[in-house]
Antibody
Framework: QLQLQESGPGLVKPSETLSLTCTVSGGSISSSSYYWGWIRQPPGKGLEWIGSIYYSGSTYYNPSLKSRVTISADTSKNQFSLKLSSVTATDTAVYYC??????????????????WGQGTTVTVSS | DIQMTQSPSSLSASVGDRVTITCRASQSISTYLNWYQQKPGKAPKLLIYAASSLQSGVPSRFSGSGSGTDFTLTISSLQPEDFATYYCQQSYNTPPSTFGQGTKLEI
């Protein structure tokens, strides 16, 4: 059974870079079945998709964050990571790592997030 | 970006009630629509994908319908464990994969 676990600092100073890692167990990040990604949720607010990486190394970012985001993978450790630069207080949120897979319906695949990490709270404050 | 708008933002209901939540896309997304349930302090859980397909293990009282721009999530008979926040998400045009703002279902 696929499981994801986030790790990283819970407190980041303004203007610095937020760095989080997601460790995958029960499956391989080299699998072509999944996209591996990050989603965040500011306190009391809704969900925001940050971006994803595919086993091929292709990355997909939310245009609103693209200039500050890097998602990478380390297949030797079965981990993928998020870096968000130049953070401000508005980046304070619970950050979830997540895996999306395609569900075959008829002739088409429909992608949905079916496995989530437990989430890690990151506060941006001096 | 495709905008997703849910209504209502909050909803009060009782155990046994039939409840419907609506999600509208700013442009047609065919049936590339997912529904999630989130309880306080927990990660969201996938309920429905492809607008109407029930994820494995999800009770049959949950159902989804719609295509194009208008979608609904229906809970046929509310159970105590169903009180949570529900989000829709489009997977038609990514990036970005956008979520609705959420509907909080309260007693």
């Amino acid at each position: 059974q696929l499981q994801l676990q986030e790790s990283g600092p819970g407190l980041v100073k303004p203007s610095e870079t937020l760095s989080l890692t997601c460790t995958v167990s029960g499956g391989s990040i080299s699998s072509s079945s999944y996209y591996w990604g990050w989603i965040r949720q500011p306190p009391g607010k809704g969900l925001e998709w940050i971006g994803s990486i595919y086993y091929s190394g292709s990355t997909y970012y939310n245009p609103s964050l693209k200039s500050r985001v890097t998602i990478s993978a380390d297949t030797s450790k079965n981990q993928f990571s998020l870096k968000l630069s130049s953070v401000t207080a508005t980046d304070t949120a619970v950050y979830y790592c997540a895996s999306s897979r395609g569900f075959l319906e008829g002739l088409y695949y429909y992608y949905a997030v079916d496995v989530w990490g437990q989430g890690t709270t990151v506060t941006v404050s001096s | 970006d495709i905008q997703m708008t849910q209504s209502p933002s909050s909803l009060s209901a009782s155990v046994g009630d039939r409840v419907t939540i609506t999600c509208r896309a700013s442009q047609s997304i065919s049936t590339y629509l997912n529904w999630y349930q989130q309880k306080p302090g927990k990660a969201p859980k996938l309920l429905i994908y492809a607008a109407s397909s029930l994820q494995s293990g999800v009770p049959s009282r949950f159902s989804g319908s719609g295509s194009g721009t208008d979608f609904t999530l229906t809970i046929s008979s509310l159970q105590p464990e169903d009180f949570a926040t529900y989000y829709c998400q489009q997977s038609y045009n990514t990036p970005p994969s956008t979520f609705g703002q959420g509907t909080k279902l309260e007693i």
